[in-house]
């Protein structure tokens, strides 16, 4: 009973810390008009690791109304019964789907392919599709377990078509990755990258490998690695001349805030610090038909780190 | 050039295929014993007109369905709809056997369609790619009409691999298990065929 109590305590003082750091530490400019979401990847395992980060998450929308969340799966691991459904996902997000916040999901390699028709996903049954959330900005959901030639052809077709928007694709593997596990996916990118490259896109979000890293920009394109929303993978990052910044010490999330040609974004950790932030500038007139040559047609500005936060660097263990 | 050659021979013999077959056996008749040039590309249509057969009588099933599967915000009713599917595949399909579509021919020829994509240090990537996520064989029935574990990850299959092997229309999908290739109904969560060992021995990975 005492130990009970005790955890109660706990857990109550926790979240005063938790509410305190929120109260100092949003670096978003959070302006009104500008497009604000989220991003969440490996997050359904159900456990108590991904209810604690939720319920930071879930609070942190008070001071930050994302309107959205993007998913880079690995939606649900293990059995994926109809108590699954509630305790992996309806539960830990209750109060953003009562809330009228869109989840929109793309697959990861532990998700049956049926969550697709799942609707509170927004996939509209399709394991690959795209949104336009507003004006100027599109994002493309892809499926990387099985990147076929139907795949590569509906996307070359939407990016070809979607002008001058912002381009976020979304997806479960990463291009590129210092994970010590996983790592890059250089098979998937031979794939992608040519056509991410010709068709000017901007960022990219993956999952996968069980923390959180920012790329250094590739070929003008800024790809952060965001898999640590409900396994983590401490002591796996492994950098070998990638990593910006990266964080596999805890679970984390990311907030991000499109305000004209700058995305703003902050990574934030189950206890509410900050992993990471800066601004992305995104330069239009940058042609990026020679990758590589030139200045880069993204330019990642990192911010300082508020006080008291202690982020993660990458460190080899034993 | 990564596997460009193969890759680009491949995708010309599998799109040349199914306009090939009525010439194809035409052909093969007319050629002198020992000689069939095109037998390969028949093979190829005769495993895409299987498939395709297959999509027409799940989609006829759909059709039929009680329960039919739609986007729902309904757990239950998204996993019973795909249940009841599966169960009228079963039934439909009661006389399936294993090897109706990955005939021994069939399997030799994939068999010679994977090796390309496997090859070299590009092939050693693709190894890895399917090692990674795939499940362990003993982890998924191998039985035709089985239903494919829900508790078990998908493997991903490699974008070479995927170009190497005949195309199939969406919701039909090339899985592995272990080194065993799968023909996976994704719509019906069905195991519509497989095919043991068509890889190489593959590399040890962790298991996450």
Excluded at chain 1, 158 to 180: R, V
Excluded at chain 1, 262 to 270: A, R
């Amino acid at each position: 009973m005492r130990t009970r109590q005790s955890s109660l305590a706990l857990l109550a003082v926790l979240s005063l810390l938790t509410a305190d750091i929120f109260a100092q530490d949003l670096t978003l400019p959070n302006k009104s008009g500008t497009l604000k979401f989220a991003v969440i990847g490996d997050s359904g395992t159900g456990d108590s690791n991904q209810y604690r980060l939720a319920k930071v998450f879930m609070d942190i929308r008070q001071k930050f109304p994302y309107e959205f969340v993007i998913m880079v799966g690995d939606n649900m691991y293990g059995s994926q019964s109809t108590q699954d459904y509630v305790k992996k996902f309806e539960r830990p997000y209750k109060p953003a789907l009562d809330q009228g916040i869109k989840f929109y999901a793309a697959l990861g390699n532990h998700d049956q392919p049926n969550q697709a028709m799942y609707k509170l996903f927004n996939m509209g049954g399709k394991r690959f599709y795209t949104f336009r959330p507003r004006a100027g900005v599109r994002f493309f959901a892809l499926d990387s377990n099985y990147m076929d030639k139907e795949q590569l052809d509906w996307l070359q077709k939407e990016l070809e078509a979607s002008g001058s928007d912002w381009k976020i694709p979304f997806f479960h593997h990463p291009l590129y990755s210092s994970g010590g596990t996983h790592g890059s996916d250089t098979a998937l990118r031979d794939q992608l990258e040519p056509l991410f490259v010709k068709n000017s896109v901007d960022v990219v979000f993956s999952g996968h490998d069980h923390f959180y890293e920012r790329i250094k920009p590739q070929k003008g394109i800024q790809y952060f690695v965001s898999g640590g929303a409900g396994k983590v993978r401490k002591g796996d990052l492994q950098d070998e001349g990638l990593m910006a910044k990266g964080f596999d010490a805890g679970y984390h999330f990311m907030l991000l805030e499109i305000d004209g040609d700058q995305m703003h974004f902050q990574v934030i950790s189950d206890f509410g610090k900050t992993i990471d932030s800066g601004v992305i500038l995104r330069n239009r007139n940058q042609s990026k038909t020679t990758p590589g040559a030139g200045d880069p047609a993204v330019v990642t500005v990192p911010k300082p780190i508020p006080a008291g936060a202690k982020p993660s660097t990458a460190t080899k263990q034993p | 050039m990564k596997n460009l050659l193969p890759s680009t021979l491949a995708t010309v013999w599998i799109l040349a295929a199914p306009a090939c077959v009525t010439d194809a056996a035409q052909q093969t008749a007319k050629m002198p014993e020992g000689i069939s040039i095109n037998a390969d590309a028949k093979l190829m249509a005769d495993f895409t007109a299987k498939v395709d057969d297959y999509l027409k009588l799940r989609k006829s099933l759909e059709g039929k369905s009680a329960v039919p599967i739609k986007n729902t915000a309904d757990p239950k009713e998204l996993l019973s709809s795909q249940k009841a599917l599966g169960a009228q595949v079963r039934a439909a399909r009661a006389a399936a056997r294993r090897g109706d579509f990955f005939t021994p021919a069939t399997q030799a020829q994939f068999r010679r369609l994977l090796a390309p994509p496997l090859k070299g240090s590009d092939g050693t990537e693709n190894k890895i790619a399917i090692t990674d996520d795939a499940p362990e064989a003993k982890d998924i029935p191998f039985q035709v009409n089985a239903e494919y574990p829900r508790d078990e990850s998908l493997s991903t299959v490699p974008p070479d691999v995927l170009r190497a092997l005949p195309q199939l229309p969406p919701d039909i999908q090339y899985r592995f298990a272990g080194r065993h290739l799968i023909l996976y109904d994704a719509k019906a969560n069905v195991i519509v065929d497989f095919m043991l060992n068509a890889l190489p021995p593959l590399p040890a990975v962790e298991k996450k």
